[in-house]
């Protein structure tokens, strides 16, 4: 991938809002009493609080495949696990059929030298994909029509074929949602006519990426959702081209979606015209729990995470469409493996992102296979270990020290802490239950940790009332909602979001009422929890829904449906979230952030949104010499 370092083409984007500060001075928002003010008085500044811009050379294939496909019960895969597994391959396929998607320091050496981030014409990057997703179609196509074979030379004495392969169940379904005609294999036995092979894969590939499909709009958006709704197999199949670009690109759809054409269309929304001005995108750590950490980080010298830092902290201050505010993955695991074999050290890189690198936090994932605190328990004879701790002979002692560790530097240092709050994404079976709100108790209750910012993601759904319990696993019945609810009411610092909050959004709109209905019964117990309630989208994470790119508004509509007041409303948007980052009030981390960021006009821009009429962006460049 090669970024001009020349004039760019104008875009719709580009052509529309002009960067960030031609949309977000103080005038947009109106003056005086026709400013959006939440309860708190600061401006509405929305803010997406959980996102991620990651690509397919940042996290392990297949593992992480196989944990979104096959361990989300939310999103099952039609067809069965046979299907599901196929599925696994075919996106892997398509992410491998990518050899050029660029590692992060390939990206860094690209932009190194660039003033701005650049933005690409959006019909290019759906060529691109497309090219992918066709490759990955073709193999699968071919793997059907071996099966067919092998499956036309063993039909039994009375003439029946056995049954399709998974291949074979999933081609005829993707055929079935594009509207390509083929033989209907798996339901009745059938082997398709194999005699024009490829041109089957070439039609779905062109269904899926047709041009009427798009319009004029060349966003992230799925033939999928011009028809049906319930199409989710073409939407993976686009998440997996999705994920091939370059995390630049990656970045430049997160704000086409959601910060300016949003901005754009709500002009009568009664929340306010505003887009997203602030992302906070996550990174991901998850080597150590989905492969072999020795076989990708030979030197343990991090490289595949610090080269990602490098490269999201120079995204953010050269991106001028909205602010970003990073979060650094922390994984315990690697850690602990690392202070084991001669490098103690891994706390002080991710602390140096924090530091002097423009991120905002830490990104923890408890379901990969640890608890918040108490993972000692895994040393007692006959405690189920998790397996990457028993294969790189490391304790839960170990994995306690080092989050110890980490607690202890957060909180002296006032950095929040983001934390997998949903039982999705375990790396073992049942370790998803680890996300659990009631696991971070012992954490807060150290007198030490009790003013610790912590967020709990992807709060919302209250799963754990209205599903049953995984079989082989502890049985849970209490939503992790109200756990969290619990842990705000006793402390000041604890706040959740409402990423991935699908269960209210695209076709299940119509059916929301019983999660919002639960959603106040919480809020009526629980009066605090509307000021610590954030916005958040789950992007990329979020590509695999079929009507995403109206996510942000469906939220919107959600919150007007809930008992919620405007004010509370406005400040789940933009202001609490504007809180948990600290950049409401003079301390460590707004001087680090204005430190990081003082000649960038996307943060001076947002600073003066929030205190238009205070000095504290003075305040922050006087005191830098004081950290």
């Not at 092998?150 to 039909?155: I, K, S």
């Not at 699908?502 to 929301?512: E, H, L």
């Not at 009507?547 to 007007?560: F, I, P, T, W």
Request: aromatic fraction near 8%; hydrophobic fraction near 40%; charged fraction near 25%.
């Amino acid at each position: 991938m090669h970024y001009s370092r020349g004039t760019l083409m104008p875009t719709r984007r580009g052509v529309l809002v002009g960067g960030l500060a031609a949309t977000a001075l103080p005038g947009c928002y109106g003056q005086g009493e026709d400013r959006n003010i939440s309860p708190d008085g600061l401006p509405s500044v929305p803010v997406d609080i959980h996102n991620h811009v990651f690509n397919a050379t940042d996290v392990p294939i297949p593992g992480f495949v196989e944990q979104v496909l096959l361990r989300d019960p939310e999103t099952p895969v039609p067809g069965g696990l046979s299907v599901a597994r196929s599925l696994v391959g075919l996106v892997v396929d398509i992410i491998l059929a990518a050899r050029g998607t660029p590692t992060a320091s390939e990206e860094l050496i690209e932009i190194a030298d660039l003033q701005r981030l650049p933005v690409r014409d959006g019909g290019d990057l759906l060529i691109q994909d497309r090219r992918f997703v066709e490759a990955g179609l073709v193999e699968l196509e071919n793997r059907v029509d071996t099966a067919g074979r092998v499956r036309q030379g063993a039909v039994s004495a009375d003439g029946k074929l056995p049954p399709a392969t998974g291949d074979e169940v999933l081609f005829s379904l993707l055929a079935a949602e594009s509207e390509v005609p083929v033989n209907p294999v798996g339901l009745a036995g059938n082997i398709r006519n194999s005699d024009r092979a490829g041109d089957q894969a070439r039609q779905i590939a062109d269904a899926i990426y047709a041009d009427e499909a798009f319009q004029d709009d060349l966003s992230f958006k799925s033939l999928s959702e011009r028809r049906n709704p319930d199409q989710s197999l073409i939407q993976t199949l686009m998440w997996a081209g999705l994920l091939t670009r370059s995390r630049v690109d990656i970045l430049g759809e997160l704000i086409r979606l959601y910060a300016h054409q949003t901005a754009q269309a709500d002009t009568n929304d009664s929340l306010g015209s505003n887009g997203i001005k602030v992302f906070s995108p996550s990174l991901v750590d998850f080597t150590y729990w989905l492969r072999a950490g020795q076989d990708r980080d030979v030197d343990r010298s991090g490289r595949d995470v610090t080269d990602q830092i490098n490269l999201l902290s120079r995204m953010a201050l050269l991106e001028r469409g909205a602010l970003i505010l990073p979060f650094a993955p922390f994984c315990p695991l690697r850690a602990a493996y690392y202070r084991k074999n001669g490098n103690s050290n891994w706390l002080q890189t991710i602390q140096k992102s924090i530091e002097s690198q423009g991120f905002a936090g830490i990104k923890l994932y408890p379901p990969m296979g640890f608890l918040p605190l108490g993972n000692a328990k895994f040393d007692e004879p006959g405690a189920r270990k998790p397996r990457a701790l028993q294969e790189l002979g490391v304790t839960g002692q170990e994995i306690d020290n080092e989050l110890r560790a980490l607690y202890d530097w957060c909180a002296a240092e006032d950095v929040p802490i983001k934390t997998h709050g949903n039982n999705s994404l375990g790396a073992d079976a049942c370790t998803g239950q680890n996300a659990s709100a009631a696991n971070w108790k012992p954490v807060l209750e150290t007198p030490a940790w009790s003013d610790l910012r912590l967020n709990i993601a992807h709060f919302g759904g209250f799963d754990e009332e209205r599903f049953p319990t995984a079989p082989g696993c502890p049985s849970q019945t209490q939503a992790y909602e109200w756990q969290a609810a619990e842990l705000i009411a006793k402390y000041d610092n604890v706040y959740v979001d409402l990423g991935y909050w699908t269960d209210v959004t695209g076709s299940n709109r119509d059916q929301s009422q019983e999660i919002i209905d639960l959603l106040d019964n919480l809020l009526n117990q629980r009066e605090n929890l509307k000021t610590r309630l954030m916005y958040g989208s789950d992007w990329t994470m979020l590509g695999r829904e079929n009507q995403h790119a109206s996510y942000y508004n469906d939220v919107r509509k959600a919150l007007q449906a809930s008992a919620l007041e405007k004010p509370d409303q406005i400040s789940i948007l933009g202001s609490n979230a504007i809180r948990y980052l600290g950049l409401d009030r003079r301390g460590k981390q707004f001087r680090r952030l204005t430190g990081f960021f003082e000649d960038a006009p996307q943060y001076n821009t947002i600073i003066t949104l929030i205190r238009p009429s205070s000095n504290l962006l003075a305040f922050g460049r006087d005191a830098l010499g004081q950290r």
